[in-house]
């Protein structure tokens, strides 16, 4: 007789380009995730801002909703149970074992936070790829998550797909973080390197703006606010501080910063938008600055969307993650990898 397949329900909050290639993914490898271990998925529940919300016990039928066109889209025409009227009621009737969080970038990581506390305290694992609720409030969140006893999982915040936190969790045991530093925003570093070209700083927004890459609200990257939102997630989960975003130093780019750019290359350097973080009196330091590095400094060859990050170690001296030109598939990835570690959680 065949082994039974265990059964995950699986509930997205957001359903945007993140939360529709995290679909396809799992759906390219449910045969894989049946091998591996023994287990079939269903989507109980997809929740979002502007088409609406659906919940069915039995399972959306989510090839038939990634094929619908997005202008006229609406979930409610799959919901099969009682009304819904919230999020929170969502949450609480959704069925699902684990929630998916992909919903949009706020500074001050609401109402985000207020959703994963709810579906923790309802015993729900929470992986989420929005940055700004896990940077605003880490240490509430990871502490909720482990008195409920389900896991607050967040690698998508970082890098996409880039694995940094599962790399330091799973494979760095006993080993300190002295300090990092690195590239982490990638609309700021495609403008700075194409200024090195000699376009404008507006031309190359633009661009990033067109194909999806900048925030809704540019101002988060150029501004450096997103880079400090990830260096903030970082110093808490990797180092042990408690830096928050609004105390992180921050200097952004402009118009003005292509002077600076075209003198540096004249002077065969380069200007990167840098995120540092280390140890002085007992505290941890961030920074979110332009910074004019030498040619052969491993930051000044991360070019366009390119992104790296480069942790300085007790045990392994320096170790350099490298992302080259990401895309919506790599943090899709980063979603998939935390499902992967929930699943090989020792029982």
Request: proline letters at 4%.
């Amino acid at each position: 007789m065949a082994e039974e397949l265990q059964q995950t329900n699986i509930a997205l909050l957001g359903f945007g380009h993140v939360g529709r290639a995290f679909m396809r993914l799992l759906q390219h490898r449910r045969t894989w995730m049946r091998r591996e271990f023994g287990l079939e998925w269903k989507v109980t529940g997809i929740a979002t801002l502007n088409h609406g919300m659906a919940i069915d016990p039995n399972g959306l039928p989510v090839p038939k909703i990634l094929r619908a066109g997005k202008r006229d889209f609406s979930l409610d025409r799959y919901h099969n149970g009682p009304a819904c009227y919230s999020t929170t009621d969502f949450i609480r009737q959704c069925g699902a074992d684990v929630l998916f969080e992909t919903t949009v970038f706020a500074l001050d990581g609401e109402p985000s936070a207020t959703y994963m506390r709810e579906a923790l305290r309802a015993g729900l694992h929470v992986v989420t790829a929005n940055k700004a609720p896990v940077a605003a409030h880490f240490r509430q969140l990871t502490r909720l998550a482990r008195q409920r006893g389900v896991r607050f999982l967040y690698e998508a915040t970082v890098m996409d797909g880039a694995p940094v936190f599962n790399l330091v969790r799973q494979t760095l045991p006993a080993t300190r973080i002295r300090s990092l530093h690195g590239i982490l925003n990638s609309t700021t570093n495609y403008i700075l390197t194409q200024m090195e070209q000699g376009a404008s700083f507006d031309a190359a927004l633009r661009y990033v703006q067109k194909q999806g890459i900048a925030e809704a609200d540019p101002s988060l990257d150029i501004d450096g606010w997103d880079a400090a939102t990830k260096l903030s997630i970082l110093i808490q989960s990797l180092m042990g501080g408690a830096a928050k975003p609004e105390d992180i130093q921050r200097t952004g780019i402009s118009e003005d910063t292509g002077k600076l750019v075209r003198a540096a290359v004249r002077r065969d350097r380069r200007i990167r938008l840098v995120a540092r973080a280390y140890r002085k009196g007992g505290k941890i330091i961030g920074k979110v600055e332009p910074e004019d590095l030498e040619i052969f400094d491993p930051l000044a060859s991360i070019r366009g969307l390119s992104n790296i990050l480069i942790l300085n170690t007790d045990t392994m001296r320096e170790l350099a993650i490298v992302e080259n030109n990401p895309s919506v598939e790599q943090t899709a990835f980063a979603l998939f990898a935390d499902l992967v570690t929930l699943l090989r959680r020792p029982q």
